[in-house]
């Protein structure tokens, strides 16, 4: 079998790429759940859960006029379902990540280097969070970073590339001590456990190209 | 694990429902938004300072309980243990404002501090002034260097109380806030727990603890404490706790105090009086008076067993807005 | 069998050392009876008829955190879920005694009784003249026509608010025997657990009930309710209740009721909540009026998992004593 | 060894097989709260056991000038320290039995008849209880009757008898349906349990036997 080296997504595709990352952190509710409990109050995976069911049923066959309007209404979706960190945090990533992309109508490299990009900048100016802090953020900067470097690759193998190091950046957390976020009061007793939000988004990237892959 | 057995219908609508079980018991007095989980008082005088309070659910009374005479005007609610999004929050501001602003106040954790930020630029952008006080009374949860990374569990109920008392009084935004603000800074509170609560949706402890072990230290939700230790009396626990909170302060001879023992869920009446015994004795042994004394269950962690103990320090002002009658479902005083 | 974790000191000594609580949180209006575990009021005006309450302990705050302002003048206490000793009875009443009687409110139970009984004998034996009144609301411990067969339970609450109001207004004993009888004829309760507490000498849960079984029927000690039945939501487990008490007094289209609904111990005030919206919503149905509604955790049992649903029907003389303001530690009304 | 045959017992030896007795309840503690856990409200070992501690307590070297007196001592301690049905109903079972015994010095088989007959009558006074309601007085009653029979037997055969009068007393409770004290909302569910009051009137009974045995 020969597979096709998809260089970018149409409108529709990239709605359906979305719409396969929500089926995805649906089914891994209880894992992310699992991972709050560990260091936070249990909640991450019913909350990703609630926001994600809301996107699949709120744009599952709504058509878009722009990459930057898929993303934007994914993340007031988020924002206005998830509640808790997760939903400022998420929401802001997605509505951060559309604001250079109203006028884009193909789902590229460039576009994933900017939507994580602009996403990225706007977490870190919501939640005042850096690298080191046991955030999300250690999953989603260098996920950012890694793109810039993949502009000239093949869609799919830039979201390998992505998603490997949004991975990495998850995994380092459990050596990290939390200082922003519910898991902070626990001091060293948080060594050892990922931090749920970064899994998150390891979920998303991950979800997004296993949907490229299987195009 | 065993789950926990909860009398509820679908777990996915206990905040909607609970928040309905507040209108029937509001006698008339507070309706729901519409599409949002959010209550407000239907009648607020023109020009009253809004008092907007909320945060996760799950913990009630606290928030939405809070909503009274010379209490809260609105509470903004979550899901269970999930600050509120910002369009909830947003919803109860435009409901709550009658020309003259409103403070947000609300326990200082990241989900919170985030969403009601979001909703005051919503406000703004809307022309309705915000001032925003979070609470940040649990001296367990980080040293006094960092207070303002601390978060709020019980001594939300006295802050609320005064802030409630205030802009009641007042219709000076700026004063209710200073006011309110001194309130936070005077209140401290420490928690322990010696077994957890659950969320609906999932059923399941948020943490497990062995059988002769307590957590100290502990918030509002499942996410642990700042140390575990072996199972302690009461009396060795609470001098534990007091040493804690009175130095943190400082709280000195002399000091007039409201004190708060508070159930986080599933703790009985019958241990709060024998741990209000031995924090009165030791504030009697300090010289520090007791003005009131306030025991029950006002900020909870679903059944969660365990309790907090809260201080706040009195001046002549404060002591003025405390002393006002209030009523609500969660909290009265004659 | 998993043993309960309680925050308390000497298991022997708890009874001793929550009144202790109790009184410390009074402000120095409440006193202990040196040498029995009796509670109260320091003020009590020459010529008032006084008002007794009590029973076995561990139902925190009934029956000691109901002395108060317009509440009771004082209350004898036994050991957890142990009628007091007609000693303690007798001690209390002669503390109480103000020369204009005194009127013996408590839940009907044999021990209660035959204590209570005793001290009255006593009492005559010194002048004091003493009525009683039997509180017997739980509608699933007796058929009608034994009413004298039935328990008391969380309605002790509405008949003990009522009884105080009374006797702070009038000093004719029999009066205050007479209204507050017709509150407790009027009233009626229902109660259900899905958990058990335990007693803190034995630890031990006082039932055991399958992971998906709910107790119908119960009570405020360990004793089991009337039937188990397959776990259900709480809008038809509402519905159930609310059938057997409004079709016992019964309650009918037109009637003006005060509405409790009591967690037994260790529910969440969500879950009390939600409730409380089902039964509001029963009550408007049937066109049913509450003139007052309160939630929260009166009558309780240790740390049992339940609640119950009580209805006191009003008439225009109930109503004014209802109406009035009260204070106590368990209950206060503006 | 020749059992020596007591017709009677002193002044000491009387508060002295109470004192046994009280040891034996205190060591029954467990089994009686377990029986009023299946039917009751499970304390009832614990208030049995609080009440004959403080007769040790309070009586352990006490002298006194009657059978009565010792009665009624004792009564008046279980009254005022156990609380609940058991306070009332043993405290009058005791001060009840102790009507009589004003005058007596020595305990036969004649004051053992004349105090379980009086103490019977005042505990059915005080808490209307007739045979087949499930209480102790199911164990008390047949045990008052049968004493009566054995006015002419040494006090050991006396005491075995009215011990085994009361055994199969609260054995036979266990076909009873309750319908007095705590046990009565149970209705058939009690069934198939023994009351626990009535146990502990067994528990006496065997306990002063068996103290008499000792001699
Ligand atoms: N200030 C912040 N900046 C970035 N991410 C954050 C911040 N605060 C929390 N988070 C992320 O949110 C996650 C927790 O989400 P969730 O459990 O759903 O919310 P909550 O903490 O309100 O229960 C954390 O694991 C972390 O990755
Ligand atoms: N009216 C009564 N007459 C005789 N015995 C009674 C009566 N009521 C209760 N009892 C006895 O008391 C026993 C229960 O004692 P206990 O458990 O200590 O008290 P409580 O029922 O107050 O918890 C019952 O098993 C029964 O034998
Ligand atoms: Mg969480
Ligand atoms: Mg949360
Ligand atoms: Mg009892
Ligand atoms: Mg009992």
């Known amino acids: 079998m020969i597979i096709m080296v998809r260089e970018f997504l149409n409108l529709n595709e990239t709605r359906n790429m979305f719409l396969f990352v929500s089926k995805y952190i649906e089914e891994n509710k209880d894992f992310l759940t699992q991972a709050d409990k560990a260091i936070g109050d249990g909640d991450h995976g019913v909350g990703m859960a609630r926001g994600f069911i809301a996107v699949r049923e709120k744009i599952g066959s709504k058509n878009f006029n722009s990459i930057g309007e898929i993303l934007s209404s994914i993340g007031t979706i988020l924002l206005t379902t998830i509640g808790g960190a997760a939903g400022a945090i998420f929401g802001t990533l997605f509505r951060g990540a559309s604001k250079n992309l109203r006028e884009e109508d193909t789902f590229s490299v460039r576009i994933l280097s900017s939507m994580l990009n602009d996403g990225l900048e706007s977490v870190k100016q919501r939640g005042k969070a850096e690298p080191g802090n046991k955030t999300m953020v250690d999953s989603l900067e260098p996920a950012a970073i890694k793109s810039k470097e993949l502009l000239t690759l093949p869609l799919k193998d830039a979201l390998i590339a992505v998603s490997e190091a949004a991975r990495i950046g998850a995994e380092n957390t459990k050596g990290m001590i939390a200082t922003i976020g519910k898991a902070k009061t626990l001091g060293e007793r948080s060594l050892g456990h990922p931090d749920p939000g970064a899994i998150s988004v390891c979920l998303i990237l991950r979800s997004m190209m296993e949907y490229v892959l299987s195009l | ?334």
């Not at chain 2, 809260?72 to 979550?78: F, P, S, W």
Request: net charge negative; hydrophobic share 40%.
């Open chain 2, 1 to 334: 694990m065993k789950k926990a057995k909860k009398i509820i219908n679908n777990p996915k609508n206990v905040v909607n429902e609970l928040l309905e079980g507040i209108v029937e018991a509001s006698n008339g007095k507070i309706r729901i938004i519409e599409g949002v989980s959010a209550l407000v008082k239907k009648e607020i005088p023109d020009g009253k300072v809004g008092l907007l309070i909320g945060g996760g659910s799950g913990h009630e009374p606290l928030f939405p309980g809070f909503i009274g005479v010379n209490m809260a005007d609105g509470a903004a609610c979550g899901h269970i243990f999930a600050a509120p999004a910002p369009n909830i929050v947003f919803e109860a501001t435009k409901a709550i404002s009658k020309g003259n602003g409103l403070l947000y106040l609300y326990g200082n954790y990241a989900g919170d501090n985030m969403n009601f930020d979001i909703a005051v630029e919503m406000a703004e952008e809307e022309g309705i002034a915000v001032k925003t006080v979070r609470i940040w009374d649990d001296v367990a949860s980080a040293p006094i260097e960092r207070i303002e990374d601390r978060r709020g569990i019980a001594g939300d109920l006295f802050v609320i109380k005064i802030a409630g008392g205030i802009s009641a009084r007042s219709d000076d935004l700026e004063e209710v806030f200073r006011i309110t603000a001194r309130a936070r800074d005077n209140t401290r509170s420490m928690g322990v727990s010696v077994s957890a609560g659950s969320i609906p949706e999932t059923g399941e402890p948020t943490f497990l603890l062995p059988e002769d072990e307590i957590e100290i230290g502990m918030g509002l939700h499942g996410e642990p404490g700042v140390s575990r230790e072996k199972m302690l009396d009461a009396d060795p626990l609470v001098e534990k706790m007091m040493d804690k909170i009175l130095s943190d302060l400082p709280f000195k001879e002399g000091d007039e105090i409201c004190l708060l023992i508070n159930d986080l869920g599933a703790t009985t009446m019958m241990e709060l009086l024998i741990v209000n015994r031995k924090v009165s004795q030791i504030l009697r042994d300090k010289k520090i008076k007791i003005h009131d004394t306030v025991i029950g269950s006002y900020c909870t962690c679903q059944e969660m067993a365990g309790f907090s103990i809260t201080l706040m320090k009195l001046d002549e002002e404060l002591k003025k807005y405390y002393d006002m009658p209030a009523e609500s479902l969660g909290f009265t005083k004659l």
